[in-house]
């Protein structure tokens, strides 16, 4: 009986440790921060609470990871702090999405003839439409060949081909000037994605799903950062 209780103390001392935390503090854009905690034992894997904040103020959006995947209800925000979109990691379903969810940096193309009397709606990005596309925009990067002094002349553009499946199909980067005398484009790798990355609500026409595709553009500053 006292091996087994010793036994016993290690199994929870051992689980005691999986669970302790660091906080961590980094850029995911500029103007956004991200915080959030990882497992001690294991530097790469996210376990607690997670915010992103804009400029310091604003979290634009807060939840939880339990060892590396998001758990429960998350909450989505403007960079004005307008509540987006309520998100259930649970059940894999929206809770609340704003009717003000949308911006003009973010279009959709249909590759299919419209008719007045079509109803389309959008896929929707759980993490709404600005939070939720911050992992492929923090990926934009301007190209060393280029030659440009300042670089805000540039248009950093996102394009996600979304299948019927709500899948993400499709990844490119653009790079353009507003001549069109650059246009330099990057076919990104899917696996360097994460899976929720990957996830979207499927867009529709007449309540049938659709493939439609996202196009993201965001501005570069005079020294090549990215603001969306």
């Known amino acids: 009986m006292k091996h087994l209780f ?8 051992l689980n005691t440790y999986a669970q302790v935390t660091q906080n961590k503090d980094e850029k995911l854009i500029q103007d956004v921060q991200e915080r959030y905690a990882v497992l001690a034992d294991s530097p790469s894997v996210r376990h607690g609470l997670y915010q992103a904040i804009y400029k310091k103020k604003i979290a634009i959006a807060s939840g939880r990871y339990n060892r ?3 758990v ?21 379903a929206i809770m609340f999405s704003s009717p003000v969810d949308t911006m003009r940096a973010v279009r959709y193309v249909i590759d299919d003839e419209i008719k007045p009397t079509d109803t389309i709606t959008a896929p929707i990005k759980p993490g709404s439409v600005y939070f939720g596309y911050m992992a492929y925009v923090k990926q934009i990067a301007v190209p060393p060949d280029l030659g440009v002094i300042d ?5 950093g553009v996102v394009e996600l081909l979304v299948s019927p499946g709500g ?8 790079v353009v000037s507003p001549s069109g005398f650059i246009n330099k484009v990057a076919d990104m790798p899917l696996d360097t994605l994460s899976e929720e990355d990957k996830v979207f609500l499927p867009a529709s026409k007449n309540g049938n799903n659709v493939g439609m595709t996202v196009i993201i553009t965001c501005r570069f500053d005079s020294r090549g950062r ?3």
């Open 167 to 174: 899948r993400l199909a499709d990844f490119k980067i653009r």
């Open 226 to 228: 990215i603001y969306f």
């Open 151 to 155: 670089y805000s002349i540039l248009t």
């Open 72 to 92: 429960g209800v998350w909450h989505f925000y403007s960079k004005k702090g307008i509540l987006l979109q309520n998100y259930d990691y649970g059940k894999h």
């Open 68 to 70: 590396g995947k998001r």
């Open 6 to 13: 010793t036994l016993l103390l290690c199994a929870v001392a």
